[in-house]
């Protein structure tokens, strides 16, 4: 699976919105892009995925570049239930694991 | 439905004790996953299985056996624990393999090996 890059740490204010950019400039053709988050104490929990287009859910938006060697995962009102680590992920579909980064470390501000 | 669980959630062992981390998922997933994570790190693969019966290798495989006798179950041993499996080892699963599916998380098991 290819590599990503994220910022260490973000900081935000509650109810702002949020953008956590990741980099994968060695991204195929093949590879979804992943999002995962892991509040304090739990276990990962997906937040979004896509290909190439846009995507939108009830947790977040993820915004794909075009070339798609970046991407965005944005939360549109931060909460300080936000508060977690966020892994930006590639896989193909013959991978059989995810390959998790050190991942970007979100604080919420109240 | 209570996804994907994990037993027991801490346990402190010796250096040299052995013991069994179980993981059961009741999705009627193929695909099952061991993962450990270091404080400040991200999850490295353990062992994985891809159906009853069947196991392979991850990353960080050494010291490590598992086991896949029902379809529900993942088990993860350590035969002879050492300082450094000291971790959060966590459990996933998914229905089959392909880059859109997401992995379902277990909360995780703390050990501590002294």
């Known amino acids: 699976d290819a590599k990503t890059t994220q910022p260490n740490s973000m900081e935000s204010n509650e109810e702002e919105p949020v953008h956590l950019p990741c980099n994968h400039s060695t991204i195929s053709g093949t590879d979804y892009i992943h999002w995962y988050r892991q509040l304090p104490s739990q276990g990962p929990e997906y937040v979004i995925h896509g290909l190439t287009s846009n995507v939108n859910n009830r947790m977040a938006s993820l915004a794909i570049a075009e070339d798609r060697k970046s991407s965005t995962l944005i939360l549109h009102r931060a909460t300080l239930r936000d508060a977690a680590v966020y892994y930006c992920?590639?896989?193909?579909?013959?991978?059989?694991?995810?390959?998790f980064g050190p991942g970007t470390r979100l604080s919420v501000l109240p | 439905n209570a996804g994907v669980t994990q037993t027991p959630k801490f346990r402190v062992l010796k250096t040299g004790q052995s013991m069994t981390l179980l993981c059961a998922q009741d999705?009627?997933?193929?695909?099952m996953y061991w993962y450990r994570q270091d404080p400040g790190m991200g999850l490295r693969l353990i062992h994985y299985?891809?159906?009853?019966?069947?196991?392979a290798k991850g990353e960080v495989p050494d010291g490590y056996n598992v086991s896949r006798l029902k379809k529900q179950n993942f088990l993860l041993g350590l035969e002879s624990a050492a300082p450094s499996q000291t971790s959060v080892y966590f459990c996933?699963?998914?229905?089959?393999?392909?880059?859109?599916?997401?992995?379902?998380f277990g909360p995780g098991t703390r050990l501590t090996v002294l």
């Open positions: 999705m009627n997933h193929e695909y």
């Open positions: 992920i590639l896989r193909d579909n013959y991978g059989q694991n995810f390959v």
């Open positions: 299985s891809v159906g009853e019966g069947t196991t």
């Open positions: 996933a699963s998914t229905n089959r393999q392909g880059g859109y599916n997401e992995q379902f």
